[in-house]
Structure formats: C-alpha cells, structure tokens
C-alpha cells in the first residue's frame, strides 16, 4: 500500500491531474468508503462506482472493498473529509468490540478507584491510628498510596513544565531560577517535614486533609526537581535549525510551545518522570509514617504497611507488601510507562531507520486502534487540541511593521519582563531575609562542637556519595547506551529496568539490614548499598534517552566511516551524545544520594536503631528528638556542599553540554 495522507481509494479508480480525493471510514472486515471527488462528471462515470450524497455541487461516491484486497489500494492527497450527518455515531456502535467493552468499564473503574480514594483521602478529621499489618487490608493501602503518588506526579509535572520553561525562556533569570532548584533539591527530605506538617496543619486543624496534603508536597519535593532539571536540559538543546524554522513560520510563543519546545522535551520529560515517580515510591515509607519531635504520624498506605510489618519482624507481611508493590509497578509499566515511551519516541530528532529502532508497546497499539479511543481522538481531543494550540497562532493578517515600531515592542515587552522579574526577585529576598533573620537566632544557640560535629559527618557522608556515584556510573552508563541503542535488547531489560528501578529501597531495606546485622558491619558499607538504590536510576534512565536521542543516521555513518575503533566511537559519537543527559542525570542522582543519606545512615528496625556516621544520621536523629536547632544547621551543611559542588563541578559542566554538546549545526 502506497502512503500518502491517510486516505484510501479503490483500485480502479482514475485520477486525472488536479484531482483530490477525500476518504471516509477505516477499514474493518468489510469496507464502505466515502469519497468526495473534485473533477468532472464524465471522469467519475468511467470509473462506474455508485453515486451517494452530493452536498455541495461535488460528485460523493460509495465503494465497497475487502479487506484481503487492502494491499492494492492506492493512498492519495485530500486536505478535507466528508461524512454524511449520523455515519459516525452508526459506525462506532456496530464496530464496537468486546476490547472496546473492556476498555471502556477500565477506565470508569480507574477513574472512580481515584475519586473514591481521593474522596477518603482528603476528608474527615486526623486520627493518629495503627497501621494494621492485615494483608487484607493491602488492595485498599495500596489504592491510598497510588492516589498519593499520582495526585503528587500530578502537581510535579505542572510544575516542572512551568519553572523550565520560565527558566529557559527568560535567559537573565535562568541562573537565578536554576539555582533555586539546586538549593531546592539539596534540601533533604526530613527538612521539609517541620514547616510542611505543622504549617498545613495549623491551616487544617485536627484534618486529615492537612498531614494528606503534607505528605503529598512531601511526594512533590521528591519527584519535581528531577524534571525540572530534565526539562530544562531538553529545552536547551534544541536544535537551532528547528528554532530557526518556527522563527521563519513566524509561530507565536504559545505556539512555538506547544509544536516545538515541549514536543522537544516530552523523551526525556517521560524518562524522567519514571524515575521521579520511583523517587516517590523510595521515600513513601518515610513519607507515610515519621516521627516529628513526640508525635507520631502515620497515613494508611503501603508504605505506612511495609514501616509497621519491619517494626515487628513480620516477614510475611513484608513480603506481600513487597509483592503488591511490585504488581502496582508492573501494572504501571505495562499500562503507562511503556506506552508513553513508544509514544514520545516518534518526537526524537532524526528519520530513516528512527521509526525501526522506536520502542514497541502492545497497549498503546490497542488503544490507536480502539474505536473508542479513536472516536475520542477523531470527535473530542483533536478538535479540543487544535483549538487550543491556535488560541495565541501566529499572526494570520500581513502587519506592515517598521524596525522602530518593531524597536518599540521589543523594548515594551523586555520592559515588562524586567518588572516582573524585579516584582518576584524583591518577594523573594524579602521571604528570604525574614527568614534568615529568623534562622540566625535558632543557630545562634548551637556551640562550635556542634558545627565542627557536622562538619566531620559530612565528610563522611561525602566519601560515601562519591564512592556510590562511581560505582553507579561504571555500570549504568553502558547498560543505558545499549538499553538505548539496542531494540532487541531494549525489549527484553526495558521493562525489568523500570520495575527496578520503580521498587522503593526502603522496602529493601528489612532483608538488607537483616543481613548486614548478620554480617555484623552495620551501615558502614551498607550504607552505601542503600545509597545506591536510590541514585543510581536517576543516571540509568537519562542516559537511557540520550541514546535514543541520537539520531540513527550518525551511528549509519559511524558504521561506515568508524568501523575500526570502538573506543574511537564511544569519544566521538556516544559520549558526546549521551552528555548532556549524563550531566542532568550526575547532578540529579548525587542530590538523590544526599537526599537518600537520611535513610540509609540511620534506619530503625525490630525496635532497634542502626546507624553509622554522617550528616544524613545527624539530621534524622534531630528530626525524631525535635532538634531543630541542629536539623536547621546540617540542612545549611547539606546545602551548602551540594551548592558549591553545582557551582565549580557540574555548572561548567552544564555550560559545556549546552556550548559544544548539543544537537546542530554552527
């Protein structure tokens, strides 16, 4: 079957120069279309096809064809279709299928599953209660801890979408803003709990909407500073001929959004976002049952289930909980994960053989073929779609503008920029002072020891991130070029990547500290273990998409002209590519190391505590003794190392990426 704009026309039928066709319908076991044909009567007689509908002077044929004899069609031009009024509505309802059925009681059950459980979760008042570690009470805490997890994905995803694209289209404040979501993403997690739990909760006294909403900004501060930075990265490597190209269409910002920047990013927004949500998954634990000063805060989830099962050595409960977790995780990559990264695939720069090396998702085929997913599509979502992206399209009047008239607007429009930019950056330094001056008369009272204590733990705690970060990369970087560059292989460990990597080390962490008590070692290097559960995905999976952001047709000339050298491609052609992405995945997986200290260097288990030296010990320690004297100050410590690091290591190396490593063409 020849290809041309998705319409067909029997065999048989003559198209003399100048002719359009326009075809209706899709093929099924037997065929009807409707064709609306602009060329002269006699022309349509010889083709002898029975005469339909005429509704604006144009001649309207029926066919009938067989679906054996759909590899003969011919697939010709046609800008407009014609259905006659009511085809549609008749069509859907006799080529509905029994997959069709199913799909459509899916998604009315996904859908009340989520408003039940958001119902539950945000309503009624807070009541301190005991997990129960009854396994039939697993289906429920597992839909709670869903909820929690998809409403917080929810919020991450708005949000990185939005600071990125402030970032990178405001260039004079980008280092302001990307500097923001450094300190944001040093900030460990247990930092966040005083302000966010108590201050949530003195607007929602005594509800539980207010420790719910706690845990989900909670979930938010553990998945969006990872997209943001993806985002970002994304946005900055932009092909400039494309940018060049939606200047010289004369697209609108909106536009230009919509069609090219954010279509730009959707790879690596998708790739990041599996890690982020298994970010959320790695800290639910933490997230649905912790300690702040003498209260004791636990939610009903799987988390909360997995907390209560390790306290009291229930194993089994361990287990299962671990075994509904891995379901829910399967069920995702199978249903979501999967089909979204076949689907952003088709926005990777590059042609040829792209198409062949795309990743394959059964479900998201059966959704393009679906009637009802494609009467959605056909009657709703591309009718929504395109009137939305033309809210704000480029100019469709000829505006006759002269360069001081066009001098004047840009000068207006940087004018606006510039105050409100000043507007944000005053409220910021101000939130900022206040809260300084607050912080320098809580730190005001901690001794000299108590810095100098702070200091040695997190030299500690630096050896052990930068010993978990080699280790990572040593195996990450060439299992994710080949995942990326490899469809037979990506089909086989794709899938049992993303179920790994979506797993919560703290779930792990009974079996692990099991043995490592047997060992008698402690955290002393199982710490590092742990700390690698939980940064190690966060390269994986960026260098994962920057493989496949390569586009095939380097790698066909590296086949030709490199054939010699292997180490000579990975210098020219794979290190280079996979850079950019390498560089996010570095700075976000060593924030995720720090992050992942707090849990890996101080961990209760069977109503004992085990830890090991370092800052993410000290401040898990001041946050369950309501230190927060000593919680502000290793914040501060964690803070500033991770700040400077960002400034002399990875912000030239950034600098590098988005200079020399990018995808085009001085």
Request: include cysteine; charge should be positive; hydrophobic fraction near 50%.
């Amino acid at each position: 079957m020849v290809r041309g704009a998705g319409f067909v026309v029997p065999p048989g039928f003559r198209s003399d120069r100048g002719s359009r066709f326009a075809v209706c319908g899709r093929p099924s076991q037997r065929s009807v279309w409707m064709v609306r044909v602009q060329t002269t009567a006699a022309d349509a007689e010889e083709s002898s096809p029975k005469k339909g509908h005429d509704p604006e002077d144009e001649e309207i044929f029926v066919f009938e064809q067989e679906e054996e004899n759909l590899d003969s069609l011919i697939v010709l031009e046609a800008p407009k279709v014609f259905r006659p009024p009511g085809s549609f509505r008749a069509d859907l309802v006799t080529e509905l299928s029994v997959s069709d059925l199913v799909l459509l009681c899916s998604l009315v059950a996904v859908v009340y599953g989520l408003a039940t459980a958001s119902v539950s979760v945000m309503s009624g008042p807070y009541v301190a209660a005991v997990v129960s570690t009854d396994i039939s009470k697993l289906p429920w805490y597992t839909l709670l801890s869903t909820t929690r997890i998809f409403l917080g994905y929810l919020v991450s995803l708005v949000f990185a979408i939005v600071y990125a694209y402030c970032a990178y289209r405001i260039p004079f404040a980008a280092k302001a803003l990307v500097l923001i979501i450094d300190i944001l993403q040093s900030i460990p997690l247990l930092s966040f709990l005083p302000g966010v739990v108590l201050g949530l909760m003195a607007l929602f006294p005594g509800q539980r909407a207010g420790v719910e909403l706690a845990a989900m900004l909670l979930l938010f501060t553990s998945m969006a500073w990872n997209m943001v930075l993806g985002f970002y990265q994304s946005l900055c490597t932009i092909p400039r001929e494309l940018l060049e190209a939606s200047q010289v269409f004369g697209l609108s910002s909106w536009k230009r959004f919509w069609t090219l920047e954010l279509p730009a990013g959707a790879m690596g927004l998708v790739w990041n976002s599996i890690v982020s949500v298994a970010g959320g998954w790695f800290f639910l634990i933490s997230i649905e049952s912790f300690e702040l000063g003498n209260q004791d805060f636990r939610l009903p989830g799987i988390g909360a289930f997995l907390a209560s099962a390790a306290e009291h050595a229930n194993y089994a409960a361990i287990s299962w909980g671990l075994l509904s977790l891995v379901a829910v995780i399967v069920v995702a990559d199978f249903v979501v994960w999967r089909p979204l990264v076949a689907w952003s695939s088709k926005f990777s720069y590059g042609s040829g053989t792209a198409a062949q090396m795309a990743p394959k998702s059964s479900v998201l085929n059966f959704l393009q073929r679906s009637q009802v997913t494609r009467a959605l599509h056909d009657k709703l979502l591309s009718q929504m779609w395109l009137g939305f992206v033309e809210l704000f399209p480029s100019s469709r009047k000829t505006r006759y503008i002269t360069p001081s008239t066009s001098e004047k607007r840009v000068q207006s429009a940087a004018l606006i920029r510039s105050a409100v930019f000043a507007l944000l950056s005053v409220s910021f330094a101000a939130t900022i002072g206040y809260a300084g001056y607050k912080a320098v008369g809580v730190l005001s009272v901690l001794p000299l020891r108590v810095w100098l204590g702070l200091g040695v733990d997190a030299l500690y705690t630096l050896g052990r991130v930068l010993v978990a970060l080699v280790l990572s990369i040593l195996w990450t970087v060439p299992l994710g070029v080949a995942v990326g560059r490899d469809p037979a292989l990506a089909s086989r460990l794709q899938p049992l990547v993303q179920i790994f990597a979506s797993v919560p080390a703290t779930a792990l962490f009974p079996f692990v500290l099991l043995a490592l008590v047997r060992l008698g070692n402690g955290l002393q290097i199982g710490s590092i273990v742990l700390m690698m559960l939980g940064m190690m995905w966060y390269i994986l999976f960026n260098v994962i998409a920057g493989a496949q952001a390569i586009p095939p047709e380097l790698f066909e000339v590296d086949s030709i002209y490199g054939k010699e050298s292997v180490v000579k491609r990975w210098k020219t052609l794979i290190l280079p590519g996979i850079f950019p992405y390498l560089i996010t995945g570095i700075v976000t997986a060593v924030g995720g190391a720090w992050n992942a200290s707090i849990v890996s260097e101080y961990v209760i288990f069977q109503g004992n505590t085990i830890s090991t030296r370092g800052l993410g010990s000290a401040i898990s320690v001041a946050a369950s003794t309501g230190d927060y004297s000593v919680l502000l100050a290793g914040t501060l410590v964690m803070c500033g190392l991770v700040l400077l690091t960002n400034r002399f290591v990875w912000g030239p190396l950034y600098k590098l990426a988005n200079t020399k490593y990018r995808l085009s063409q001085s």
